[in-house]
Structure formats: structure tokens, C-alpha cells
């Protein structure tokens, strides 16, 4: 249920579908569940303020699991360390890594989409 609200073209459209679903909830005596999604809708569509080309950048965070998966394999391979300052090494050398590497560099979200919006209602 929870994803169809976010699949929605809009955020007008996603409040609604929200609506639907907790007076679905609440037929189905499951009101704290349906008072619950509507407490917390508004912060869950926060990016939908954004240009739809950020979207799904903003919801997810790839990027970082991504690379928390990465350290992981890392730290996997080694197995036990003597020490606290040796993980964190290992975890600093691969930071270093991937800033110094094409990866670092690669730009996340194009900027542009930003330039036609207007920075007081993305604020509020």
C-alpha cells in the first residue's frame, strides 16, 4: 500500500492516494496504523517539492549503501583487527579512494532542474 502512494505522478495525487489508504486501514480496525500514515505522509513526500528528475536521488540512498557495502567487503576480507585505529584506517584509505577516483567525481544530481524553481516554497 505504501508503495502506491509513492508511485503517484504528484504530490496532490500521492496526499490523496495517502488518504485512501488509511480509510482503507480504518475498515480494516487498523485505525493507529492509518493515524500513523497520515502523522507521517507529509515528511515521506518531501521530495515530491523537488523537480521530478531529482525524485528518486532525494528517496533513496544508494549511493551510500552502495558504498557501506563496499567497506564491508573490505573489512570482511581482513576478518578480526588488533585494534580500532586499524579499521578506521582501512575505512579512511577507501574514502580516500573514491574521492580521488572517477566515482568521487561523478556528479550526483544535474543542478539545472533547480534554476526554474522557486527556493521559498522548496524551503517551507
Not at 509513492?6 to 488518504?19: G, I, M, S, T, V
Request: hydrophobic share 40%; proline share 2%.
Amino acid at each position: 500500500m505504501l508503495k502506491a502512494i509513492h508511485a503517484q505522478e504528484d504530490k496532490a495525487a500521492a496526499l490523496e492516494k495517502a488518504a485512501r489508504i488509511a480509510e482503507k486501514l480504518r475498515t480494516m480496525k487498523l485505525s493507529k496504523a492509518a493515524d500513523k500514515l497520515m502523522d507521517g505522509i507529509a515528511e515521506t513526500l518531501t521530495y515530491m517539492d523537488f523537480p521530478e528528475e531529482h525524485w528518486k536521488k532525494i528517496r533513496t540512498n544508494n549511493t551510500i549503501e552502495q558504498l557501506n557495502r563496499e567497506i564491508r567487503r573490505r573489512t570482511r576480507v581482513i576478518g578480526t583487527f588488533p585494534d580500532g585505529e586499524s579499521a578506521l584506517m582501512l575505512v579512511c584509505a577507501r574514502l580516500r579512494h573514491v574521492v580521488s577516483t572517477q566515482w568521487g567525481a561523478k556528479k550526483y544530481m544535474d543542478m539545472k532542474h533547480l534554476y526554474g524553481c522557486d527556493a521559498e516554497a522548496l524551503l517551507d
